[in-house]
């Protein structure tokens, strides 16, 4: 028959006595050493039993307890504690429940060890778990279930329970690996779950964690064995020195409504409290993110006097968030944040791409007249803007117009989506990509506040402002914190600028004064730079702005020589504002035709309007260019296009721009890439034109006054590659090449048939009278010997060709004829005593305005014959007096009737045949 308890009792000695007030304080180390001894005893079947006396009974009535230690165990029935630490009543305070948990419940648990190890004066707590519990399994398998599928709403407290110790079962996951069988994960997570309990004592009770920094208390874990009886000591929890820094005073579901983890007056924050600095603001968002996390939330009502006291006193928010408008990520409630407490923007994708002018200047409000130490970029995992900005860059959509307000938003975020897959191996899934860029997005915010906000900015540098990131993972309800953007030093040493959105460009008026050529040069590429970035800035324009423009005239900055091309609109291009470019466009930015109004305007604008710089701009699949060098190819061929239009015309006229392109890459080069390095060839080939067609122009960059450079857009990237100044420029200063005089464009073919008889000389002249004197190459017909030398001069790749490369009008018309008609008799030169005559007309020629032939015998600048012929088809065209008149000698102004008034013998040598004519 088995013994009886007492029976047992009686055959192993006297009864143990129990513990009471009478008894001193046990020391921690001594207290955890009897849970030892009693498990070993348990263990070993050696049990001294628990049975007691009538009279200790009646000590621990009357005494009262003291028992040594304070034990929170799981409420599972094969777990009785008293058992297996071989305790007597009065030895152990014992606190159960399911999963050994503060999860749920954790006021009456942190106040029950509160009033332990205070009132009682136990000074050690043992959290103890047990092998194979039953709590613990059912989380983890709720939570490789939710891996599976959504989980289910919750329907029972149990669920509720299950699912909040899921963060446990997730965390065990982590350190196992994902590898990890279930009942592996569920084995590891009851120990994890035992330290996540002291983590909690320690973070949420003061009184216990004084007692334990002072050394009064000690926590320590444990696993209790099923099968072996015995428990597996483990010590205090890793975090413990971390969690000590606490500043939390009790346990969430205890706290009254109001702000949590920060004293305040009023029991919400106003204006009345202090300043939190931005780390602990930072701390108490993450305080208050893990009892969100852990289903612990204080969040509850604010009391009418607390609403009143935020009217009355004003908000102070310790913290500024900006998040995603996710319907699934409320921010206050994932802070577990009470009204007051935090200063929320939100909008889908939290970011600054659009609207960001509202987000700077709302965060600049919060810490400026908030005092909000603390801004916070929160991201989100499954970020619906994020994955479809990411789609957008995979399906390389971003070339594609938005049609609406949600694709600018998408297309918008691309960059970031751009940047996540540079950084990202090569072959990222979209799904890699989204949640990556999530993180990228975060530091994309965080480094835009920076730039754009010289408020924010001069706070971060000076330590009064954090700004910081985060990423709130929705199936966990934790936030990932992120800390400072990787490159906030740098941009904190960089220049600050406006949101794009908010900044704006002042007009330019002639009181703005002259802008030197280098800094119109900085003005344009800052321009490209921010229409090729989309931060373009131009546009907003008052009607106080307009009206000074019309009161005050223009003065702008510069003048664009550039094409008619409706792709390279070049306002936009540059970011430019009304008043600061003076812009110039033709079919190919050419000189080629009308550069009589091309010289005149640059003239103007750089004299009358004071700009002190030139830019001519061509572009990258320029359709004149294309069509020039197909010319061009055609002609070489021998099949030289008709001539019927214009634009033949200027198609031609281009075409020795073609001719120097084939030239430098060899004859085997494509007619893609001549057309290529054409457009670039073509840009100097008219700041060439500018520099030797117009004297006002080379006499202000020849003074450093203004300045002439090229550029070439690129269509597809918007950008501008600044060329500089033509390989031409110093050679071109030193000499200018004085072409033959202008004849109208429809008169080309009539004169060239007349006046080829001539050969054309490359002549150096010298104007006399001038400081420094004028010095260069004047072109003078002479009279060919025959019609070998006419054939040698015109013939194609003949001399004169070679010679006038750069001639536009000699190489258009040896693109029309091989062969040009030998004159009639009538228009040879003159005869030997009519050239005596001229002769002696030349003393009554200005030289200081006119050049002057310096080859004796070889007539001289204009050559009599060509002004003779040219006048008579003139007249016969009834244009005498608009070709006297519009005629311009080389020195651009001095007009052919001038030039006649002051020589009467050759004014009547070349009118002799022109009736009522008077020069």
């Not at 913290?319 to 994932?334: E, N, Q």
């Not at 970029?377 to 399906?395: E, K, R």
């Not at 910081?468 to 934790?478: D, F, M």
Request: aromatic letters at 4%; a negative charge; hydrophobic letters at 40%.
């Amino acid at each position: 028959m088995a013994e009886t308890c007492c029976a047992s009792f009686l055959s192993r000695g006297a009864a143990r006595p129990v513990r009471t007030t009478a008894d001193g304080p046990v020391p921690p180390q001594d207290a955890l050493k009897l849970l030892k001894e009693g498990n070993s005893r348990f263990a070993s079947g050696k049990m001294l039993g628990s049975c007691t006396s009538e009279n200790a009974r009646k000590a621990l009535v009357e005494k009262g307890q003291a028992p040594h230690t304070a034990v929170i165990g799981c409420a599972d029935s094969r777990a009785p504690l008293e058992a297996v630490f071989d305790a007597m009543p009065g030895d152990i305070f014992v606190l159960r429940n399911a999963g050994n948990t503060c999860t749920h419940a954790e006021g009456s648990m942190v106040g029950s060890l509160e009033f332990c190890t205070g009132a009682l004066g136990s000074r050690l707590i043992v959290v103890l778990g047990h092998t194979k519990c039953g709590a613990i399994n059912g989380a983890t398998k709720a939570f490789f279930d939710g891996k599976k599928a959504p989980p289910a709403a919750t329907s029972s407290a149990l669920q509720g329970l299950l699912q909040d110790l899921g963060g446990v079962a997730e965390q065990a996951a982590a350190d196992m690996g994902p590898n990890a069988e279930q009942d592996a994960v569920a084995a590891h997570a009851v120990k994890v779950n035992v330290f996540h309990t002291i983590d909690f004592l320690l973070k949420f009770s003061e009184s216990i964690r004084e007692k334990v920094k002072s050394g009064q208390v000690e926590i320590h874990g444990a696993v209790y064995q099923l099968d072996s009886g015995k428990v597996e000591f483990m010590g205090r929890s890793p975090r413990q020195a971390e969690l000590l820094d606490c500043k939390v005073g009790m346990p969430p579901s205890m706290s009254t409504a109001g702000s949590v983890g920060v004293p305040t007056k009023h029991g919400v924050r106003t204006t009345a409290d202090d300043i939190v600095p931005g780390l602990e603001a930072l701390k108490l968002l993450k305080d208050g993110n893990e009892r969100f996390a852990v289903g612990a939330g204080a969040r509850k009502p604010a009391t009418g006097t607390q609403r009143q006291a935020l009217v009355s006193y004003g908000q102070a928010p310790h913290s500024a968030v900006l998040g995603c408008a996710d319907s699934r990520v409320p921010v206050d409630m994932v802070f577990d944040a009470v009204p007051g407490d935090v200063f929320v923007l939100r909008n889908a994708g939290n970011t600054c791409t659009h609207a960001e002018g509202s987000m700077v200047g709302s965060l600049e409000f919060a810490v400026s007249k908030l005092k909000s130490r603390l801004i916070l970029v929160l991201g989100h995992t499954s970020c619906g803007a994020i994955a479809g900005a990411a789609s957008t860059f995979m399906n390389s959509q971003g070339t594609k117009a938005p049609s609406s307000a949600l694709e600018g938003l998408l297309m918008d975020l691309t960059t970031v989506a751009k940047k996540a897959s540079e950084e990202l191996a090569p072959g990222a899934s979209l799904e890699e990509l989204a949640s990556h860029a999530v993180k990228v997005n975060v530091f994309h915010s965080m480094n835009f506040l920076i730039q754009h906000s010289e408020t924010l900015r001069s706070m971060v540098k000076t330590g009064e402002l954090e700004i910081q990131g985060g990423i709130y993972h929705l199936a966990t309800g934790r936030v990932e914190f992120l800390g400072r953007s990787p490159v906030q030093a740098e941009l904190l040493s960089s220049a600050s600028a406006l949101p794009p959105s908010m900044a704006s460009l002042p007009i330019r008026t002639p009181g703005s004064g002259p802008v030197k050529p280098e800094a119109a040069l900085q003005l344009l590429q800052a321009g490209n730079q921010r229409f090729t970035n989309g931060t373009a800035i131009a546009g907003k324009v008052t009607p106080i702005m307009r009206k000074a423009l019309v009161v005050e005239g223009q003065a702008p900055h510069t003048a664009i020589v550039g094409c008619a091309d409706s792709r390279a609109p070049l306002e936009t291009v540059f970011d430019a504002m009304p008043g600061d470019i003076f812009v110039l466009r033709n079919a190919g930015n050419t000189c080629t035709h009308a550069e009589g109004s091309i010289l005149g305007s640059l003239e103007f604008c750089t004299a009358a309007l004071g700009s002190k710089l030139i830019l001519v701009l061509g572009h990258t699949s320029c359709g004149a260019i294309k069509g020039a060098t197909k010319a061009y190819m055609a002609s070489k061929a021998g099949k030289a296009p008709q001539v019927s239009k214009a634009l033949d015309a200027l198609l031609n006229g281009l075409s020795v721009v073609a001719g120097k392109a084939e030239a430098q890459l060899g004859s085997g080069a494509s007619e893609e890439r001549i057309a290529d390095l054409s457009v670039k060839l073509n840009v100097f080939h008219t700041i060439d034109f500018l520099l030797q067609y117009s004297g006002v122009v080379r006499e202000k960059v020849s003074s450093g006054e203004v300045d002439i450079q090229g550029g070439v857009y690129d269509l597809e990237s918007g950008k501008v590659e600044f060329l500089g100044r033509s390989p031409n420029h110093a050679q071109l200063l030193r000499s200018g090449q004085v072409a033959l005089l202008d004849v109208p464009r429809g008169e080309l073919p009539g004169f060239y048939e007349r006046e080829t008889g001539y050969r054309i000389v490359n002549t150096p002249f010298s104007s006399l009278g001038r400081d420094p004197p004028q010095t260069g190459c004047a072109l003078l017909c002479v009279a060919c010997e025959d019609d070998a030398e006419a054939d040698r001069l015109w013939a194609p790749g003949g001399e004169l060709q070679k010679l006038c490369m750069d001639v536009d009008y000699v190489s258009r018309w040896l693109q029309l004829s091989l062969r040009p008609l030998w004159p009639a008799p009538e228009a040879m030169p003159l005869s030997p005593g009519e050239t005596e005559s001229v002769q002696e007309s030349l003393d009554t020629v200005d030289e200081e305005a006119l050049p002057r032939g310096l080859v004796p015998g070889r007539g001289l600048y204009p050559a009599p014959g060509y002004l003779r012929d040219c006048a008579q088809a003139h007249d016969a065209a009834g244009l005498l007096d608009h070709f006297l008149d519009s005629t311009l000698l080389a020195d651009r102004r001095t007009s052919l009737r001038a030039y006649l008034a002051a020589n009467p013998v050759l004014a009547a040598y070349v009118t002799r045949r022109v009736d009522g004519v008077s020069p």
